[in-house]
């Protein structure tokens, strides 16, 4: 019987004589822990994903006009809306070092790739994982973002490179959308780009990375995010 990575309970499943004779081996959550993740689904703005009436929500909207109509950031998809227990779990994984906790998102974040990315994607696509800055990888040990990357089928580069700086997160809106580019790029990318990380909150980091990769050639850039905060 599988235990649960987040509570250790026992991981339950449907019994039939498939699941007897071949017990399901990537189930790695119990129902309890399963069910307070919860998927975006229905209507979500065109642009970011977050849940929403509108085609494009109040924030796409500033961004386009930050932009001059010209967002760098084509599209954003994500998995899971960022909930408290979400943010727990993420905490762990992504603070403190539990790298095995990352393999709960393999299957959700293969799936919405497959199921709602790859088919407005070109078909050179790239995946580029959001980089750590040098100091962000000692603190941490792996990079959350291209654990994420890795689950997802298709060629991956790693051809830029981040400043250390201020964490995203201790800065307010008006701050990030204003902040200095963290982002070096070691080469040219001309294919379109799928960049990889873990939340979407403001966008302001996936489109200060789309916005040099548009400037240095990339015709498209789109995210693909595990949670949309």
Not at 168 to 181: F, I, P, T, V, W
Request: proline residues 4%.
């Amino acid at each position: 019987m599988n235990k649960c990575l987040w509570c250790s309970g026992e991981v339950n499943f449907d019994i039939s004589w498939t699941t007897i004779l071949n017990p399901p081996s990537d189930a790695l959550l119990c129902k309890l822990c399963e069910n307070q993740l919860v998927y975006i689904e229905g209507n979500v703005c065109l642009t970011c994903n977050r849940p929403s009436t509108l085609d494009v929500c109040y924030d796409c909207e500033q961004w386009q006009r930050f932009y001059d109509g010209n967002d760098p950031l084509l599209r954003n998809i994500s998995v899971y809306q960022y909930n408290v227990f979400l943010q727990e779990v993420i905490a762990k994984w992504k603070y403190r070092g539990d790298y095995i906790l990352g393999n709960l998102f393999r299957k959700a974040i293969q799936e919405r790739y497959l199921q709602q990315m790859k088919s407005i994607l070109p078909k050179d696509a790239v995946i580029l994982p959001i980089p750590l800055s040098t100091v962000r990888m000692q603190e941490r040990a792996f990079n959350q973002a291209e654990q994420l990357a890795g689950f997802i089928p298709g060629k991956k580069i790693l051809s830029m490179e981040r400043k250390h700086g201020e964490k995203q997160s201790k800065k307010s809106r008006l701050s990030r959308m204003y902040a200095k580019n963290p982002f070096n790029l070691e080469k040219k990318v001309h294919n379109a780009v799928v960049l990889v990380d873990d939340i979407y909150t403001t966008g302001s980091t996936l489109r200060q990375a789309a916005k040099l990769l548009q400037d240095a050639g990339s015709p498209a850039v789109y995210a693909l995010t595990l949670a949309r905060g």
